[in-house]
Every structure is written in structure tokens, then in C-alpha cells.
């Protein structure tokens, strides 16, 4: 599985899985006052190996995501351990999912729109929901799953207001994204390729019914579990 690319900044990376700075600091890859710099050029200046790093990195995200789900039971997790689950898995996959899959379904539209239109209406789908869930994962890392974790830690009934307020507009954005994953299915007749579509066309559209797998189970863990362990509806009984 390839999941990241020496074409990301080494910054990037470690933001992505802090589980990297481990293995930057066994090649002496500086990735704090260095970590605008591309992995690639890094890799070049330093002499290194850079399908050995690549691999080391891939495991170590597999590793990683091992661990997290040998030891799920989402119903009993606090909300704030729930929230580094999410974070850690479904955010860390959509944010290298993303780039990736825009490539792709760039490449098949220029390559095949000429012959197969949809993949027009494809493109214009996934760039806004790429622009929609971009933001929101900002919205709850920057927002929401603070207000979160400090409710968890001391439960009051304004913290609990101000996140009733943030979770409808963020339970909306998630109908939103699903709304167009639904359409993508439609119009794709269920990611079904045409005799003539090449490997890019096969791997786009395996990449984006992965995606959706990936974002149903992500947004079914925010909607049905984390937000109703906060447990709003009977908050607001009283
Ligand atoms: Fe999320
Ligand atoms: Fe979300």
C-alpha cells in the first residue's frame, strides 16, 4: 500500500503520522527547522535510500493502524480516546487520499472526457467535496474535537452549548459529502469502468469506492457514536 510519497514535505509527513519523526531521526532527517523541505530532495542531498524510507513509512502507518483496531471498541471508549482514533486513521487517510485521488481523476478526465463525459461531472463532484471536507476536518480538528476533549475533562452545560452548536452545522457537512458520494455512485452506474477506460481510469475509480468506504465508517463514527456518547439529546431535556 502506498500511502506516502517522497513528493511530500518532510513537515508533512510527520504531521500526517508523528510516528515518522522515529524513523526520520534513525537517517538524520531533520524534520523540525527542516521540514519545508520535499522528502525527495532530502533523500537526494543526504545519499539515502529512498524506496528503504518509503517502506519503512508505509509499515510503520500499517503498524499504526493495526494496533488502533485490534483495540477497538468504540462504544466504550471516551470520547476524547475516540477523537485520536479518528484522527489518527480516517484523517490521516483522507488527507493523503485526497491529492492523490485529485490526480487521478484529473488525469482520466483529460485522458477520457473526450469519450466518456461523465468524467467531467466526476471531476467537478470530487473537487467540491475535496474543497468541503478539506475544510471540515479543519473545523473539527481546530474546533470541535478540542471543545471535545475539554468537556471530557470537565463536563459543564456551556461547553455543551457551544458544542451542540458546532455539531449541526459539522452533522450537515457530513450529509453534504455523503449527498455527493451518492451522486458519484449514480452517475458511475457503482464505479463500473467502460471497456476502453486504461489502468489510471481503473485504480481512479477503485481509489474513490475506497474512499467512500473510508468516509461512510468515518462519518458513522462521529454521527452515531462520538456525538451521541456527548449525550446532547438528555443534556437538553432538562
Ligand atoms: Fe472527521
Ligand atoms: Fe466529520
Known sequence: MDIFKSTQSVGEIVSIMPKA?????RYRI?????????????????????DEILKKLDEAFEENKKVRDNAKDFRVMSPSTLIEYIENTHHVYVKNALPELNELVTKIMRVHGINHDVLFRVHKLFST???????HLIKEE????????????????????????????????????????????????????????CGTYHLAFKKLEEFEGDLFQ???????ILFKKLGIDEIKMY
Open 21 to 25: 519523526s522515529e524513523i526520520f531521526k
Open 30 to 50: 531533520d524534520f523540525c527547522c527542516g521540514g519545508n523541505r520535499l522528502l525527495m530532495d532530502v533523500i537526494k542531498e543526504q545519499k539515502l535510500d529512498e
Open 129 to 135: 467535496l475535496k474543497a468541503e471536507i478539506e475544510q
Open 142 to 197: 481546530d474546533v470541535l474535537f478540542p471543545m471535545i476533549r475539554d468537556y471530557d475533562k470537565d463536563p459543564s452545560k456551556e461547553s455543551i452549548s457551544l458544542i451542540d452548536k458546532a455539531l449541526n452545522e459539522l452533522e450537515n457537512e457530513h450529509e453534504a459529502a455523503g449527498d455527493i458520494l451518492k451522486e458519484l455512485r449514480k452517475i458511475t452506474v457503482d464505479y463500473k469502468v467502460p471497456d476502453d477506460g
Open 218 to 224: 468515518h462519518i458513522h463514527l462521529e454521527n452515531n
